[in-house]
């Protein structure tokens, strides 16, 4: 065993540094953001280094060549276009012409540093702003700052407006060319396809919920899958955020498949069969309606309208209706349960037919209804998008203000200070700002230090070549290809070092070379950021963190408005034309905010508040008020309530409605736990038992002297508020962070 120490020594010895790092490149290139890497590498290389050299030298136009391979390079390094290359072919030929506008605009407003930073405070919010369109215009953000900030430096040159625009076309064209000639990436997974996976496993939930005790992993998977479905699960490139009715209807799709499951925790866990056969039934054709939903999402072909579940229930309140007199309040609130399951499965059959291209067939544009926006004109949903982020409360909002107001600092600072090359000033401050102060800072320490690198290396290049510009035309594809090939794979430091040195090696060829070059990058770049740090600390600096917790909390109290809104519209009290409204746009904002918040550095945070919870609370809210409304309008006599019935539904309503605001109350102190209430019954779950509702006690008295339908509307109501209630009952706990 003489061997052994030996052997042990030489195990223990550390590889040099950088084979290191060229273990962990060669790791990183074998995997799929490895290969990704190495597409976008050779997009830009040949894409903008061809469009770059037939300018400049071919036809002895360095403007024209600069804005060439600038009309490449933020269109591939910054941007992550949804769809595959045609639907990104289209998508970027469709931005040229905002794009030669914006250059328009920056070489007319250039001729003074005032005009130039209010032009760049008006784009800088328009095109931030312009981020709440989906996925294809946050994706293009960067690009269409860039290509405004190029021109709008001195010298103020109108007559090459023209070399400009050309430049800009040039790079533009040859970007969807290489595209179209590269191996194209495997496609990402479109959203319907995860959202068809979550709909089959709530329909297999349904099944198994129904047929009892062999099916006792449909609700694990079901959460699974619904999971995978959300939002902030999702690349932000293929979110269905945009405001046309295709995205909207799958997020109706979503939400209405999640408010079965929601039902269906609320019966018999997996183990009894559900006592009454007839709601088993209704379950599995609940189940049987959401297959070809989940069938028509993978195959993009509309399903079938669900008019056998309509059937089905038609014939399920008659069956309720006949045996009510005897019926138990546990049997009353399980069957309504089931029956709400079963509306949800309407609701997703209609939406998912309007997502794949279908219209329904009596589409109404009242403003109450539920599927408003499929007939509405495009136009329209923009506007109604764009309204509903237009508050403080907005983070898109809060992205371009802040960012609107540190680009026109820049550009003010370094007009001012007449630095050469301030374009890098404003490149650093939009690529380096985040959305919270936070994360702004942690972005700073490994840019200045990539920059520091950078700049050292290319300095020292210069003074080692010289004034040869055919050298650094040699080379400059070849860093372009090794830079942005390892850079975006090595982290944020590598990735800085390698821009500054292409930086470097661009301009020396447009100039005469000097090793100055490399420190005023360094000096810009240092400012660029400084600014972006300080303007990030004045503009809500804790990002999506700061304002999920405030647009959560609106989520309660509006849903809590909805609570008693519309049980007061069944009661027959007088309510907004549209009351759900004001629900449906704080559920946007805390979406919004959710989806920021997933992106932003966590660190060390200890226990969270169950933010998930309460955007479930909140989905509740919406779904089953808009089912009540539904039934309300669909009722032929439209009478309201017996007046002992009113009077139950209401009591509980402003009972479930003060659990929502104490709730709402705890999240915007920073509560870990709302506060109980006066009566310590009423804060518990258990105060919502069946058998203790005064709502479906007196259901039960007026089963023999009222019409069926009244009672049944009231025993649906009754069920969907204590649902309400024991989702707010669930933000008393936690969630580890």
Excluded at 372 to 385: E, F, G, I, N, S
Excluded at 425 to 438: D, F, H, I, K, P
Excluded at 470 to 490: C, D, E, S
Aim: proline share 8%; glycine share 8%.
């Amino acid at each position: 065993m003489a061997w052994a120490p030996e052997r042990r020594a030489g195990r223990d010895r550390r590889p040099p540094r950088d084979h290191a790092v060229t273990t962990a490149l060669g790791r990183r290139l074998r995997q799929p953001d490895g290969r990704e890497a190495v597409r976008r590498a050779l997009w830009v290389t040949l894409a903008g280094c061809t469009g770059f050299y037939a300018c400049t030298y071919g036809l002895d136009d360095a403007v024209m060549g600069l804005y060439a391979i600038f009309g490449c390079l933020p269109l591939v390094m910054f941007t992550r276009l949804p769809g595959g290359v045609a639907q990104r072919t289209r998508t970027l030929l469709a931005a040229l012409p905002p794009a030669l506008l914006l250059v328009t605009a920056g070489s007319l407003l250039a001729v003074r540093d005032w005009s130039a930073a209010c032009g760049m405070l008006v784009v800088g919010f328009a095109v931030s702003f312009g981020s709440v369109g989906g996925p294809r215009l946050a994706a293009l953000s960067i690009a269409f700052q860039l290509f405004y900030v190029l021109p709008c430096f001195p010298p103020y040159a109108p007559q090459d407006l023209d070399s400009r625009l050309a430049g800009l076309t040039i790079g533009f064209l040859l970007t969807v060319l290489v595209d179209h000639l590269l191996p194209a990436p495997p496609p990402a997974v479109p959203y319907r396809l995860r959202l068809a996976g979550a709909t089959a496993a709530v329909a297999e939930c349904c099944a198994g919920t129904a047929d009892g005790p062999e099916r006792d992993d449909g609700r694990a998977a079901a959460d699974l899958a619904l999971d995978a479905a959300r939002p902030s699960r999702i690349p932000p490139e293929e979110r269905p955020t945009s405001p046309s009715a295709r995205d909207r209807a799958l997020n109706h799709t979503r939400a209405a498949v999640r408010h079965v499951r929601d039902q269906l925790e609320r019966l018999p866990g997996p183990g009894p069969r559900l006592r009454h056969p007839e709601a088993a039934e209704l379950l599995r054709r609940t189940a049987e309606a959401l297959r070809p939903v989940a069938a028509g999402l993978r195959g993009g072909e509309p399903p079938p309208p669900a008019d056998g579940l309509h059937r089905h229930l038609t014939s399920f309140d008659a069956v309720r209706a006949r045996e009510l007199p005897r019926a138990s309040a546990h049997r009353l609130r399980q069957d309504a349960v089931v029956r709400a399951a079963a509306e949800g499965a309407q609701l997703a059959t209609t939406a998912s037919r309007i997502a794949l291209g279908a219209r329904p067939g009596t589409g109404s544009a009242h403003p109450g209804e539920p599927f408003r926006y499929a007939a509405a004109p495009t136009p329209l949903l923009w506007w109604w998008r764009l309204r509903g982020h237009l508050t403080p409360r907005s983070v898109h909002l809060q992205n371009a203000v802040r960012l609107a107001l540190a680009l026109a600092a820049a550009r003010l600072i370094a007009g001012g200070l007449g630095l050469e090359h301030g374009f890098w000033v404003l490149l650093a401050t939009l690529s380096l700002m985040r959305t919270s102060a936070a994360d702004t800072r942690t972005a700073l320490r490994p840019a200045f230090a990539g920059t520091a690198a950078g700049a050292g290396a290319a300095a020292l290049l210069l003074l080692a070549v010289g004034d040869v510009p055919p050298f650094y035309a040699a080379v400059l594809p070849l860093v372009l290809l090794v830079a942005f090939t390892a850079g975006p794979l090595l982290g944020p430091a590598w990735l800085q070092a390698a821009f500054t040195l292409v930086l470097v090696l661009m301009f020396s060829q447009l100039a005469s070379p000097d090793w100055r070059l490399s420190a005023v990058r360094l000096l810009d770049v240092l400012i660029g950021g400084t600014i972006g740090a300080l303007t990030g600390l004045l503009a809500w600096p804790r990002g999506g963190r700061g304002e999920l917790r405030r647009t959560l909390a609106d989520v309660l109290v509006e849903g809590a408005a909805v609570c008693r809104t519309v049980t007061g519209l069944l009661c027959g009290r007088p309510a907004p034309v549209d009351p759900l409204r004001p629900a449906r746009r704080a559920v946007l904002l805390a979406e919004a905010s959710y989806c920021q918040y997933q992106t932003e550095r966590m660190g060390e945070r200890g226990v969270d508040p169950p933010w998930e919870a309460a955007l479930v609370a909140g989905y509740r809210m919406l779904r089953g008020g808009e089912l009540m409304l539904i039934r309300h309008r669909e009722r032929a006599d439209g009478e309201a309530l017996p007046g002992d019935a009113a009077a139950e539904l209401t009591a509980l309503a402003e009972r479930v409605t003060a659990d929502c605001l104490r709730a709402a109350d705890a999240l915007r102190r920073n509560a870990a736990t709302p506060e109980p209430a006066p009566d310590t019954a009423a804060a518990a779950p258990d105060a919502y038992h069946a058998d203790d509702s005064g709502t479906l006690r007196c259901a039960a008295r007026r089963a023999a002297v009222t019409d069926a339908e009244r009672v049944l509307l009231t025993v649906d109501a009754e069920a969907w508020l204590t649902g309400v209630a024991q989702d707010v009952a669930r933000l008393r706990t936690p969630e580890p962070a």
